[in-house]
């Protein structure tokens, strides 16, 4: 079924809803009923964005490219603290310039409350240095409104990025104390196999096991080490080693890295 866009509501007026298709015109209408949905990519979206014109332009985008995205635009600082509190969300898509917004300020609420959702500038003032200096401020990326077209493309791969993100962190791992993770694939009280870098077989180590709930301290002894696989140009080790701290009778260290945590590892 062809893709219609949705609406974007204001988030201090929930029942004020904008028609996407004023203003559009014919070529981009034929375009959003000709473009298929990619399977299960319901999107919850919030725009930053003082212009409505801008706003509708954008979701329609979105709708062209496939995109089920139920939008919502502020355009105030109260607004947005308000959306950023009241639900989760998917995507958050921002302008740079705009009046009563300092864009760092937005950046940083961003930040600090969607740690796992793409947060992409949009915008069709922003110099490209603004853009960099945007995404050392947290965002991921940057699209010019007068490029709209490959908006689709940029949220895409931002999704997906987060996905992969959302995995390898629930995925468990042993951090060592020059900071090395290594990914958890296997574990038992006896032995356990990690991949990363290169360990050296024969030697102990102590470390942090990294889990979503806890924090533990556990020691083990490398048994061998062997490439598994090529990544980019780095090669990745498999690693079996034998445990000397049983992970079960290990006391969870909760709520963070103290200062003596990571001087044992």
């Given at each position: 079924m062809p893709t219609r866009p949705k609406s974007v509501k204001s988030v201090d007026r929930p029942d004020d809803v904008i028609g996407l298709t004023d203003g559009i015109d014919a070529s981009q209408e034929s375009a959003s009923r000709e473009a298929e949905p990619p399977a299960g990519l319901e999107l919850q979206v919030l725009l930053v964005e003082d212009n409505v014109d801008d706003a509708e332009l954008i979701a329609c985008e979105l709708a062209r490219c496939g995109f089920h995205a139920t939008c919502v635009r502020v355009e105030t600082a109260t607004d947005l603290k308000t959306a950023l509190g009241r639900q989760r969300w998917d995507l958050v898509l921002t302008d740079y310039t705009m009046p009563g917004l300092d864009?760092?300020?937005?950046?940083e609420l961003i930040r600090d409350h969607c740690k796992d959702v793409p947060s992409i500038l949009v915008s069709g003032t922003a110099s490209d240095e603004t853009a960099r200096a945007a995404m050392k401020l947290g965002l991921d990326d940057f699209v010019n409104k007068q490029h709209l077209n490959a908006l689709g493309e940029v949220v895409a791969r931002n999704l997906s990025t987060a996905q992969t993100r959302r995995a390898r962190r629930d995925v468990p791992r042993v951090r060592l104390q020059g900071g090395q993770e290594f990914q958890v694939t296997d574990w038992s009280p006896q032995r356990a196999v990690l991949e990363g870098?290169?360990?050296?077989?024969?030697?102990t180590r102590d470390a942090l096991l990294l889990t979503d709930e806890d924090v533990a301290r556990v020691s083990f002894r490398i048994l061998s080490c062997e490439v598994q696989a090529l990544s980019g140009t780095e090669l990745v080790y498999q690693s079996i080693v034998t445990m000397l701290t049983d992970r079960n009778a290990v006391a969870p260290v909760r709520g963070g890295f103290p200062p003596e945590t990571r001087a044992v590892c």
């Amino acid at each position: 079924m062809p893709t219609r866009p949705k609406s974007v509501k204001s988030v201090d007026r929930p029942d004020d809803v904008i028609g996407l298709t004023d203003g559009i015109d014919a070529s981009q209408e034929s375009a959003s009923r000709e473009a298929e949905p990619p399977a299960g990519l319901e999107l919850q979206v919030l725009l930053v964005e003082d212009n409505v014109d801008d706003a509708e332009l954008i979701a329609c985008e979105l709708a062209r490219c496939g995109f089920h995205a139920t939008c919502v635009r502020v355009e105030t600082a109260t607004d947005l603290k308000t959306a950023l509190g009241r639900q989760r969300w998917d995507l958050v898509l921002t302008d740079y310039t705009m009046p009563g917004l300092d864009a760092p300020a937005v950046f940083e609420l961003i930040r600090d409350h969607c740690k796992d959702v793409p947060s992409i500038l949009v915008s069709g003032t922003a110099s490209d240095e603004t853009a960099r200096a945007a995404m050392k401020l947290g965002l991921d990326d940057f699209v010019n409104k007068q490029h709209l077209n490959a908006l689709g493309e940029v949220v895409a791969r931002n999704l997906s990025t987060a996905q992969t993100r959302r995995a390898r962190r629930d995925v468990p791992r042993v951090r060592l104390q020059g900071g090395q993770e290594f990914q958890v694939t296997d574990w038992s009280p006896q032995r356990a196999v990690l991949e990363g870098s290169r360990l050296s077989p024969g030697h102990t180590r102590d470390a942090l096991l990294l889990t979503d709930e806890d924090v533990a301290r556990v020691s083990f002894r490398i048994l061998s080490c062997e490439v598994q696989a090529l990544s980019g140009t780095e090669l990745v080790y498999q690693s079996i080693v034998t445990m000397l701290t049983d992970r079960n009778a290990v006391a969870p260290v909760r709520g963070g890295f103290p200062p003596e945590t990571r001087a044992v590892c």
